[in-house]
């Protein structure tokens, strides 16, 4: 899915989301961001900068940090690098309407390898269907799968899964007990609160 989804959703005059096209990202340095994002129905955009744009999956049950667990992911458009800043509210009605936190961000590396232990490209891993990174956020750290699912009823669909390395923690459940805004230290309710007041 291309930016001009992206674009063609949004009426900027009504939303404060970014229009992005001007930041240039770094291949070297990728950066990933997680939004918890309170919209019709509540849900995680995991996205990970994959050749100069923001590949995006909305993941309704958010990551784990336990490599039994599956978590499902639905692409969803790729957005803009910018959007990895963006925290506020998104108006009622718009696409998207709801209250938008940075729940986690950083960067991550590319550790997926072929049988000769060769790394194949990002692109090239997306566009294949099994991505494997590693993360380097402030809440999610190590090795992630993100799998897309290619026959039976969820076919198109991905899963995001934490892989087994001393990150993995099945005891941690992150998205119940660090619920704020890792560039605000914001709750949900402080970001909508103080974003509609302006
Ligand atoms: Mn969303």
């Given at each position: 899915m291309g930016k001009d989804d992206y674009t063609n959703k949004r009426d900027f005059n009504k939303t404060k989301e970014p229009k992005g096209g001007l930041k240039k990202g770094n291949p070297d340095t990728p950066v990933f961001v997680i939004q918890k994002h309170?919209?019709?129905?509540?849900?995680?955009d995991f996205r990970l900068e994959i050749d100069g744009t923001l590949k995006s999956w909305s993941v309704p049950k958010g990551p784990s940090t336990d490599p039994s667990v599956k978590r499902m992911a639905i692409p969803t458009e790729d957005h803009p690098l910018?959007?990895?800043?963006?925290?506020?509210?998104?108006?009622?009605?718009?696409?998207?309407?709801?209250?938008?936190?940075?729940?986690?961000?950083?960067?991550?590396?590319?550790?997926?390898?072929?049988?000769?232990g060769e790394e194949i490209d990002l692109l090239k891993s997306y566009d294949m269907g099994t991505v494997e990174i590693s993360l380097q956020g402030e809440k999610l750290k190590g090795a992630y799968a993100l799998i897309k699912m290619k026959s039976g009823n969820m076919k198109g669909n991905w899963l995001l899964i934490k892989q087994d390395d001393e990150e993995a923690d099945a005891r941690r459940n992150p998205t119940s007990t660090q619920n704020k805004s890792v560039v605000s230290n914001r709750t949900m309710k402080q970001i909508e609160k103080e974003d509609s007041a302006k």
């Open positions: 309170d919209a019709t129905n509540l849900h995680y910018e959007y990895a800043d963006f925290e506020g509210t998104i108006p009622e009605g718009e696409y998207g309407g709801g209250t938008v936190m940075i729940w986690d961000r950083g960067t991550f590396k590319n550790i997926k390898k072929n049988d000769e």
